[in-house]
């Protein structure tokens, strides 16, 4: 059974840092190309991150370019969402994504990936 599960979501403070991780069973994450997605209270879901089945390319969405990392661990079948300096504004619930097909591109189209998690809550506040 194709599973992805997310972990590392908390209440932080403003400035802080968090590791999101996103645990994929069932399947090797190899041959997928893995996203991030976000979706804050009362607002629509945005894509946040993603990185092609190498890890030679990653996009990010321009409201968190230099302060988040995505990354892979196509060994362990892991992937990872490192934020750094966490605003207010990224308080969300943050899901991983995997598709075999799709791509990672500058719009980040997480909407195409066919498997996804149950989320993990960020919160950042003081």
């Known amino acids: 059974q194709l599973q992805l599960v997310e972990s590392g979501g908390d209440l932080v403070q403003p400035g802080g840092s968090l590791r999101l991780s996103c645990a994929v069973s069932g399947f090797s994450v190899v041959s997928y190309a893995i996203a991030w997605f976000r979706q804050a209270p009362g607002k629509e879901r945005e894509g946040v991150s993603c990185?092609?089945?190498?890890?030679?390319?990653?996009h990010y969405v321009d409201s968190v370019k230099g302060r988040f990392t995505i990354s892979r661990d196509n060994a362990k079948n892991m992937a990872f969402l490192q934020m750094n300096n966490l605003k207010p504004e990224d308080t969300a619930v943050y899901y991983c994504?995997?598709?075999?097909?799709?791509?990672?591109?500058?719009?980040?189209?997480?909407?195409?990936?066919?498997?996804r998690g149950q989320g993990t809550h960020v919160t950042v506040s003081s």
């Open positions: 994504t995997a598709d075999r097909g799709a791509s990672c591109s500058s719009n980040i189209p997480w909407f195409e990936y066919e498997y």
């Open positions: 990185i092609s089945r190498r890890g030679s390319s990653t």
